[in-house]
């Protein structure tokens, strides 16, 4: 719950900063993870792991989160809600 509350709160926070196109690419994200924050490189970065898990997983226990607790800053991102509901990945994003 703790480790969720954490890492779900950055990877919102990554789907904010593409959408707005401050980062190209979500490997953008997990590269300054990775080499800036010392995100363990073998995790792959925050994003990385959003695909690995599950965005709907993601975007779900957000919005618990966010319902739980009244933080609106943990509302799931309109770029996450899209990838959750149609299935997509932070990858596929980086491909197009």
Known sequence: AIFE????????????????????RSSDIDLIWVNGYGWPAYEGGPMFYADRVGIGRVAT????MADTTGDESLRPAPLLLRLAQGGGRFSQIDEA
């Open 61 to 64: 226990s957000l919005q618990a």
């Open 5 to 24: 509350r954490l890492v779900y709160a950055m990877i919102n926070e990554g789907a904010r900063i593409l959408e707005e196109g401050i980062a190209l």
